[in-house]
């Protein structure tokens, strides 16, 4: 349906509503369209059409965004008598989902009325409209209500935001970009995923674990909201609700998953791990290998403790992850999660975005300040990532906090208290840090109340449990042919995590949803990288062979060709005169392998 159908079917009962409210014989309300034709009128009709008319004071709430006084006529003699033009008439005009002009709504009539409480009348009265117009042409997927208040959400102060089931498409109600800090114009470059720090895979799993309460999100520019999640089905109608704000359908019971563990509408499985594991967000990440499982089990150990925990590691092996499902799995669950890159963020700004500031602290400041992350993270977990990497006059003010449990912002003399678990991580290693005299010593030693070190995925045996489960956090229900998955047991993955996450993501566009992702899928660099490693294997296999088949030979001339141009995959088709699909496809990945 088209905004202005929508609005014809959602304006009817409001209106109906405002008339058992005002009740009154020379009252009128209306909604009209955006070119001021109305679409639906109770109450005084004549007031209605003198109101709408060509040159009626309806038009003046169609030029702009805000509600308006309108100068709407009496219907009948005034005692005392009154201007007209100064009485008796609010509008307000009203947008779809998209942000576009698609009517307004009028109270009319009663010059004797209060035009204030009018003009909010009719402003509440237009956001009930907006919302279900809203709700009812959002994308099929999820539909989010948020607020930095919790007790606001599903009020109609609280935002709104919709997305389609791969989290690319996002449609966000005027109050939810208020919040956001962003123009409606800026969302075409933003996903759910880039607008509130979470999957959506991952929002489901927050809501269950804070259930039955809202859960909570950390907002792009730092802020935290409360929120309830609404999925919906593929025929757009909503599922019944279930304990904090995420919805199933029975078929879910009968299927035996939770909320959490079935997303509805494409929006994938999050992973099928064995009942004792999937208890608990630490469990979740323990898909099979024996380090992995050495870390989390010595995390459950501390954990609701408030013992700082260091997290070493790699680049890209997954620390924010773990650090989240520390989170998770703490007392500390319902409160935010404030995460900070000590190494992404500049110098001269890092100090504020960490401690705060007052207005007019420095040139540039927001009006009323800043509250910087540890404040906002008061009663949660604040999470420091490549602390290693923090300026050592940063470090002692750091020290400070921890060990007073107070924050004073830049340009204030009022110190805050704070309730905070610390977990930090880092790819660097401290101690060479220490004695470089890049790293304080003594903040080493209030950090480091339980060290874990995540291995690298080049020395991790889970693979294969991996690729499912980033694969299902992608919503894309795409498989790994086993060929592809065991030469992906070869590579070294100096990315980590990280690089494989992308490697998939791309992966399955390539293949589409659904498919499975063979060799064809995969990106032309890590090919590349593949190659060699796989041409050693062929070269190691074949050596001393007795006698050579053709196709024997073929591989060989292959494997010296890719020697001499240093393993580049491209320079070797040229050299031959055949396609980089033909060299795969001649080296025998697939019973190279399995051998």
């Known amino acids: 349906m088209n905004s202005p159908s929508l609005l014809f079917v959602h304006a009817l009962p409001v209106l109906d509503l405002l008339q058992h409210q005002l009740c009154g014989k020379d009252m009128a309300v209306l909604v009209a369209d955006a070119q001021g034709q109305p679409l639906h009128v109770r109450g005084d009709a004549a007031l209605a059409q003198r109101a709408a008319g060509p040159d009626g004071a309806l038009r003046a709430a169609l030029a702009g965004p805000d ?29 779809d989902g998209q942000g576009r002009l698609c009517g307004v709504l009028a109270i009319l009539g009663d010059c004797a009325s209060d035009q204030p409480c009018m003009l909010a009348l009719a402003r509440m009265s237009a956001n009930m409209i907006e919302r279900q117009l809203f709700l009812a042409s959002a994308p099929q997927g999820l539909t989010l209500h948020f607020h930095a208040r919790g007790a606001c959400i599903g009020t109609l102060q609280d935002g709104l935001a919709s997305c389609s089931a791969d989290g690319r498409a996002v449609m966000v109600n005027a109050a939810g970009l208020a919040q956001l800090g962003l123009p409606r114009a800026a969302l075409a470059s933003h996903t759910f995923a880039s607008l509130f720090g979470a999957t959506l895979a991952e929002l489901a799993e927050r809501c269950r674990m804070a259930a039955p309460g809202p859960a909570t999100l950390c907002l792009r520019d730092g802020g935290v909201a409360h929120c309830r999640v609404q999925f919906w089905d593929s025929c757009d109608t909503m599922d019944r609700p279930c304990a904090g704000g995420v919805v199933s359908g029975a078929d879910d019971d009968a299927a035996g998953a939770g909320p959490a563990r079935r997303v509805r509408a494409g929006l994938g499985r999050l992973p099928d791990l064995p009942p004792p594991l999937a208890e608990t967000a630490l469990g979740r990440l323990d898909t099979g290998d024996a380090r992995m499982a050495q870390v989390i089990a010595k995390l459950r150990k501390v954990a609701g403790t408030d013992i700082a925990v260091l997290i070493t590691g790699e680049t890209g092996s997954g620390k924010e992850w773990l650090a989240q499902a520390i989170h998770r799995d703490s007392p500390r669950a319902r409160q935010p999660f404030v995460a900070i890159n000590c190494a992404s963020i500049p110098e ?68 805050i208290p704070v309730d905070i678990a610390l977990v930090c991580a880092t790819h660097r290693n401290l101690r060479e840090q220490i004695e470089a005299r890049a790293f304080r010593e003594d903040l080493y030693y209030r950090l480091n109340g339980l060290v874990v070190k995540l291995p690298a995925l080049r020395e991790r045996t889970d693979l294969p449990a991996l690729l499912a489960r980033v694969l299902c956090e992608e919503g894309s229900g795409c498989t790994v042919a086993p060929d592809v998955a065991r030469l992906m047991e070869r590579h070294r993955w100096p990315g980590n995590l990280r690089q494989l996450r992308s490697v998939l993501r791309t992966a399955a566009v390539m293949a589409g949803p659904g498919q499975e992702i063979g060799l064809d899928h995969l990106a032309d660099d890590f090919m590349d990288d593949l190659a060699p490693a796989v041409a050693g294997t062929e070269a190691a296999s074949y050596d001393g062979a007795p ?11 292959i494997q010296r060709t890719l020697a001499a141009h240093g393993g580049n995959t491209s320079a070797a088709a040229r050299a031959l005169g055949i396609s980089r699909n033909t060299i795969y496809r001649k080296l025998g990945m697939d019973r190279l392998a399995a051998a």
């Open 67 to 95: 509600p308006v006084c309108l100068p709407a006529p009496c219907a009948g003699a005034c005692a005392p008598p009154c201007q007209h033009e100064a009485s008796g008439g609010a509008a307000a005009p009203i947008v």
């Open 547 to 557: 006698a050579l088949a053709l196709d024997q030979m073929e591989l060989q001339m």
């Open 348 to 415: 001269s700004l890092i100090e504020s975005e960490l401690f705060g500031y007052e207005e007019g602290a420095f040139t540039g400041a927001r009006r009323k300040g800043s509250p910087g992350k540890i404040a906002l993270a008061n009663g949660g977990t604040l999470f420091l990532d490549e602390i290693g990497d923090m300026p050592l006059p940063l470090q002692a003010r750091l020290l400070r906090v921890l060990q007073e449990r107070q924050v004073t912002p830049l340009g204030s003399a009022r110190s």
